[in-house]
């Protein structure tokens, strides 16, 4: 379920919002320039269902880095309290053909059955084991699923997507107005940007969703490149 973190001051860790070596990473990926879009969680209860396998990315995007998610898990995870699936390299063929519409609405799209199949002969998911305050840095494009959570203890992990500022991507953070010195704070440490949506009184956290979240690009220019976001050929799924 979502559960993003909150935005009282005295929790509004810059090690955690703009963390520095984090950024650094990107800064060198994908460009000085960076703004966050995206500040949510995830936190997994127990349970025995899991998710498709999809990616963050459903509409047309290039075929090259241009959106990374920033984990944060605040809690050790493993296989048995669900540590999300990876596909390893995935990422590098990633293309909205190989999502097919899922007919269960609380997960929305998924991989292409066929093409999961394919992918796991040869480079099969992997479900690492991570120790709280760890970062992980994942291409929006890379395959992924949740996981059931076997324990009996919630799995909480945090979530942040940045990317180039020329990409304008629509999706904003909601934060409180009184947080506007603070975060402008990190853009001077570190570079990092966000790209708020201001609001006057608190924010609550609780009811933050990932809803409307849309990574997509808002360039106009390169809109106009969208044939070049598809590859040369598809791949073909064995039988």
Known sequence: MDQAPPTTLDLMFEDVWANRIAISILQSMLGPNLMCHYANGNTALKAKGRQPVHSDIDKPHPLFPFAYAINVPLSDMNVENGSTELWPGSHRESNIGQHVAFTDNEFGLAIKPA?????????????????????????????????????????????????????????????????????????????????????????????????????????????????????????????
Do not use: C
């Open 115 to 239: 093409l999961v199949e394919q992918r796991r002969r040869t480079s099969p998911p992997v479900q690492p084991s991570v120790r709280k305050g760890s970062l992980i840095i994942r291409d929006i494009r890379l395959w992924h699923a949740g996981m059931p959570n076997r324990t009996d203890t919630p799995r909480i992990m945090l979530a942040f997507v940045i990317q180039p500022t020329w990409f304008q991507a629509p999706s904003k953070v909601k934060l409180p107005l009184k947080s506007k010195a603070l975060v402008e704070s990190w853009r001077a440490n570190s570079g990092l940007q966000y790209a708020a949506q201001w609001v006057d009184g608190d924010v609550d956290h609780k009811k933050v969703n990932s809803d409307d979240v849309d990574f997509s690009t808002g360039n106009s220019k390169l809109l106009e490149l969208e044939p070049l976001m598809h590859p040369a050929t598809e791949p073909t799924p064995a039988l």
